[in-house]
């Protein structure tokens, strides 16, 4: 698809910035164009990567389950970001019945397990950041 | 200005007139962006001859957070005439029939400004100055007697505060989150696990201060102090960390609020305030700052994944203000939290 979706919110948000909200009367619409320009600058960061994120995140989760002998479920159905969307959650409840599990326990495995909870929870969170232009 | 909404500035005339006898006419009437728990709207008057401008807070149909406007009111009005800048309370209506929701007005401070968070550099070479009253200005209201300000607000004991407010905001995650999180819930459990020394004091905390939540004018001179919607007593350290909080340091982190490094932040507060900062307390209560975001980012995409407010910002905050908190709180974690 040409041009593809991100490309073309991003200009749609250009436009919104620099041409749209100036020529409007200052107040909650004018601000409200402004917003929805930076939520469209998200989601065009959020849709080239949509799909990656949650497929990473989900064989990460499902990696640190089975290890834990704890019972991961089907894959998702498929690539689409709902089906994705869909096995993240279901994942995402059970590493945290996991941790909290962990954290209850004092054994070498439990630390283990626990710091490898922990640096997957980093990793996830930095690739879930979106970014802004500063003004 | 013009009137953006004709019935509603006809019957904020009939308002005056009924409630204060005044014959005014709204000349304009003009809702303000941001804000996401009332509605606000810059109102002109036009009486006997002479132009006025007020403030008007009226709820939303659908708040983020629900809060109290008499909360609000209270606390503009506690305020009001000390050395914490607030504009004048002028009425607290309660009664749906006027405006169809319950509303204040209050007094308009011209001339200033509040910074947006997206800026890089919001207050230019008076930064350092800005930094001063506003972390000399929290100090202010954390040595405040509330009684004597005729705040009757719940007090909870010293040894509580954190428990109280941690209780209140991992409620509002239980209510709002419409998808597992992982990191909140880690989030809650050590702060479970690690709770702060008692409250040095147990004071008013404004519960929202921070950047875009209060005026400041051209000379760097900080105008008002406003949103005290979440206004509550406790402990201070708790606006301390939320003031303090990466989200508010305009994309640089070493400096909080954009205006000053962390440890001259700490000063400003400790010679206004009287009290000494407890560096143990203050993790906790950063780490809280990040987890009472993620609460109120967490409720924000609710809203508009419930479609009870589409409003733009809580998109926006559901998504980067979110996703930034997560990663905060992921890191502090990772690091053992120190």
């Known amino acids: 698809m040409i041009p593809e979706a991100d490309a073309f919110m991003n200009i749609a948000a250009g436009k919104l910035l620099a041409e749209i909200a100036p020529n409007m009367a200052p107040g909650y619409s004018q601000g409200s164009a402004s917003t929805l320009a930076m939520v469209m600058i998200l989601a065009a960061q959020e849709y080239g990567r949509a799909a990656e994120t ?9 990696s640190i389950l089975a290890r834990s002998g704890l019972e991961v479920g089907e894959p998702a159905a498929s690539l689409s970001v709902p089906d994705l969307n869909t096995e993240n959650a279901k994942l995402a409840r059970s590493l945290v019945v996991l941790h909290e599990t962990v954290e209850a326990h004092a054994g070498p495995h439990d630390a283990a397990l626990e710091a490898e909870i922990l640096d997957y929870l980093k990793e996830s969170a930095a690739r879930r950041r979106l970014y802004l232009p500063v003004l | 200005m013009s009137v953006s909404d004709p ?30 728990s009332r509605e606000t709207y810059r109102v002109k008057l036009e009486e006997g001859g002479a132009a006025r401008g007020f403030i008007l807070r009226r709820d939303q149909t659908s708040a983020l957070i629900e809060t109290e406007r008499s909360v609000e ?28 929701r319950p509303f204040f007005i209050m007094e308009e401070i011209e001339n ?11 207050y230019g070479s008076n930064a350092a100055k800005v930094g001063a009253q ?8 954390a040595k405040a007697d509330p009684k004597a300000l005729g705040l009757d607000w719940d007090a909870p004991a010293p040894d509580v505060c954190w428990k109280r407010e941690l209780a209140r905001w991992e409620t509002v995650i239980d209510e709002d989150e419409r998808e597992p999180q992982p990191i909140a819930r880690a989030a809650i459990r050590w702060m479970k696990r690690n709770p702060p020394p008692p409250a040095a004091k147990v ?136």
């Open chain 2, 73 to 100: 009111f209270a606390a503009y009005r506690a305020f009001h005439g000390t050395k914490v800048p607030v504009p004048e309370p002028l009425a607290l209506e309660q009664d749906e029939s006027w405006l169809e």
């Open chain 2, 134 to 141: 506003f972390f000399g200005t929290l100090g202010e209201i």
């Open chain 1, 54 to 62: 949650r497929a990473w995140e989900n064989d990460r989760m499902r």
């Open chain 2, 112 to 122: 200033a400004a509040p910074a947006s968070v997206l800026q890089g550099e919001p």
């Open chain 2, 203 to 338: 004071g008013v905390v404004h519960g929202d201060y921070r950047t875009g939540n209060f005026l400041f004018n051209s000379d760097g001179d900080v105008r008002a102090i406003l949103d005290w919607e979440m206004a509550h007593l406790g402990d201070p350290l708790e606006d301390l960390g939320w003031a303090l909080d990466p989200l508010w340091a305009h994309h640089n982190p070493e400096r909080p609020g954009g205006m000053c490094s962390k440890a001259e932040a700490i000063g400003h507060w400790e010679k206004a305030s009287g009290l000494k900062v407890d560096p143990v307390a203050l993790v906790w209560w950063e780490m809280f700052a990040s987890l009472k975001g993620l609460g109120i980012w967490i409720s924000a995409a609710a809203e508009v994944q419930d479609g009870k407010n589409t409003d733009p910002v809580n998109a926006f905050s559901g998504w980067y203000c979110l996703a930034y908190h997560n990663q905060i709180i992921a890191n502090r974690l990772a690091e053992g939290v120190r």
């Open chain 2, 7 to 36: 019935v509603l500035a006809d019957r904020i005339a009939a308002y005056l007139k009924a409630t204060q006898g005044r014959e005014t006419k709204v000349v304009g009437l003009q809702r303000i962006h941001g804000g996401a």
